[in-house]
């Protein structure tokens, strides 16, 4: 995981704009959830590029951020230079002498806390690090089923690779870790979190917002990803140029096929998990 988030990095952060656009409503609900109030000590799991750090900053609380990638690390610093930003594994890092301070009073995550080993232990040692009255929010995605942004326009790639991408077992960590919301209450109160609840978070992921159709924001995410990687990998030696190009051309007419009012847009299907400090 942390090579494959060290290795994701440079797509992430170069599509950083376009994700901030996408995932707007995501943000706002994972920050208004959390109810910061200014001076509160927030610690950001899986901060990426700093998009929530800097939603932080807005809210006059005092933003750290911990990321396990270092080149995701280093373009939250270049972004939000307020904001503490460690590199380390939330699951076992002592993060207090990460980022020494008080406790801290709120944990937010946009999409980060999905790719522990062992979750039940990372989610227990992030409370470790809070204050007793401190309040948890994150969003994570519900079923790959419902969320088209796992696969529109990226399965005309995926089509072409022999073997397939291997299919994570559910529960595995990966995106969809948490699909299973019946899962995230025992596990956040085994790890001494609670109360929980567990609400669905629909959204539209469109692409654009630019004043475009939105078919090329979606084409750079999509080989921004693991699997653009990957195929780009894979393939581009065995096309050769010409043929890689007219396989994105391919993506291109898919996504044109999926137009939704002359745009790239599909909904968006999330959990907005809450959870006090069960501490206090």
Known sequence: ???NWSDGAGGWVANEAIFDSVFAPVTAAVIEAAALRPGHRMLDVGCGSGTLLAAGVEADARPVGIDISPGMAEAARRRVPEATVAVADAQVADLLAEAPGAPFDRVVSRFGVMFFDD?????ANVRRACDPEARMAFACWRDLDENPIFTLGSTVLTERLDPPPEVPEPGAPGPTAFADADRLYPLLQEAGWGPVSVDPLDFQCDYGAAGGDGIEERLATILGSGTGR????????RLGPDGWEALLDDVRAELRRHLVEGTVRFPGAAWLVTASNAAR
């Open 119 to 123: 979750p039940a232990a990372a989610f």
């Open 1 to 3: 995981m942390r090579r």
């Open 230 to 237: 990957l195929a780009r990998e894979r393939l581009l030696p």
